[in-house]
């Protein structure tokens, strides 16, 4: 099992472009999560989903959109960078059982100039 | 809705010294606790969770926590720590909306020879 997925690993964009992150696991897991990580910020949540075709606001939603088409892919996309985007962004999957940790991808690093 | 501290940004200690790592949280329903591991440029990977039970926890490469109820704390100890345990430490918690996570600002453990 290859786990938790995510591409592109590095990502440089001009203010204004567009760009899709894509986050894949092949654990089964019904629920998925993208956060974005800043120094001394921890973690914050952006958007979640609980299942194919289901999705939700997060913490920090404003400036991106989400969609879970199939159970095993969740897309995290910015339609108009901003320098405040800048981040390391995370996505996470947990099984439906309320105990499981969740399982999270070796991150994203985008930066927006 | 929870919230999570955790007391110490930067904790710089001597390898075979021990360390203890501080996190306290705030919620108004039970909750589930994690700490996770972050090793320079990579993903979080779990060391161990509170869910219920022995207010003990064990977990992986000698780490271990006590939950604490009526101090609302969750600290995380190591007897004995190596250059290898040198990474970016991060206190979660958990309520029972959709499994989200809230995540403390992080703790950089630094173990010099």
């Known amino acids: 099992n290859a786990g938790v997925t995510q591409t592109p690993k590095f990502r440089v964009l001009k203010t204004g472009q567009s760009m899709t992150l894509l986050c894949a696991q092949d654990m089964n897991h019904e629920y998925m999560y993208w956060y974005r990580q800043d120094p001394g910020m921890g973690l914050r949540l952006i958007h979640y989903?609980?299942?194919?075709?289901?999705?939700a606001k997060g913490e920090v939603p404003d400036g991106y959109n989400v969609s879970r088409l199939k159970k095993q892919n969740f897309l995290l996309g910015l339609e108009s960078a901003a320098p405040s985007q800048t981040s390391v962004y995370f996505c996470a999957s947990r099984p439906l059982v309320s105990y499981n940790e969740q399982f999270f991808g070796p991150g994203t690093r985008l930066t927006v100039l | 809705a929870q919230s999570v501290t955790q007391l110490d940004s930067q904790v710089p200690v001597f390898e075979e010294a021990p360390v203890e790592l501080r996190c306290n949280y705030s919620s108004s329903v039970s909750v589930y606790l994690f700490w996770y591991v972050q090793y320079p440029n990579q993903g979080l990977q779990l060391l161990l969770k509170?869910?219920?039970?022995?207010?003990l926890v064990k977990g992986i490469n000698g780490f271990e926590a006590e939950f604490n109820k009526s101090q609302t704390s969750f600290h995380l100890r190591k007897p004995s720590v190596h250059i290898s345990d040198t990474a970016e430490y991060f206190c979660?918690?958990?309520?029972?909306?959709?499994?989200?996570?809230?995540f403390g600002q992080g703790t950089i453990l630094t173990v010099h020879p």
């Open positions: 979660a918690v958990r309520g029972t909306s959709y499994g989200k996570l809230t």
């Open positions: 509170y869910l219920s039970g022995s207010t």
């Open positions: 989903s609980v299942g194919e075709g289901t999705t």
